[in-house]
């Protein structure tokens, strides 16, 4: 007793697909109304009007250089541009003790860290022959962003009362002092 299912063709493909798939009709181009700059027609063009391709001019090694230096001054100044998000997040966070404000001081000098680290490593990719001796001031500025970031967490432990900076924060060290008089009531 098996039922026999009888094989039906499969329905046509939507009018969207369809569309999707066929490419629009050709239009014949009206000579009085000109193509939009950068415009390539796709229609063939007779054997005379055959375009060329256009050949890109192969830059030089010194404007590879000079390109390759200014993406390297983009990098060295990236964490310029954090220290004003991070100046007001640090602002806004307060100075207590919470979960919030302790992992924001801790990204704070955990990137820069890391940063000063991976100096050299950000950079190979941008060291040549011709880049070489011009990159070092780049890097010098990178060093000196990223501990303008550390000072800005120092900053902040410091508002947060976690830097012993006062003469009571080491009272453990300090001696009882030896009073040279005593004075007595007398009665």
Do not use: C, H
């Amino acid at each position: 007793m098996a039922i026999e299912q009888q094989s039906s063709p499969p329905p046509p493909p939507p009018q969207w697909v369809v569309d999707l798939n066929s490419p629009p009709p050709s239009r014949q181009k009206n000579s009085s109304v000109p193509d939009p700059p950068g415009f390539v027609s796709s229609k063939p063009t007779s054997g005379k009007q055959k375009s060329q391709p256009v050949q890109r001019k192969v830059p030089t090694q010194e404007e590879t250089d000079t390109l390759k230096l200014k993406k390297a001054w983009e990098i060295a100044l990236a964490p310029a541009k954090q220290i004003p998000m991070n100046a007001i997040m640090m602002y806004m966070s307060g100075n207590s003790l919470q979960i919030f404000s302790i992992m924001m001081v801790f990204m704070l000098f955990k990137n820069p860290i890391q940063g000063l680290m991976n100096t050299n490593l950000a950079f190979t990719k941008f060291e040549t022959d011709g880049t070489r001796g011009k990159l070092i001031g780049v890097k010098i500025m990178y060093i000196l962003m990223q501990w303008l970031l550390l000072g800005l967490g120092v900053w902040k432990v410091n508002a947060m009362g976690l830097l012993p900076t006062t003469r009571s924060d080491w009272l453990a060290w300090e001696k009882e002092r030896v009073p040279l008089e005593q004075a007595y009531f007398a009665f």
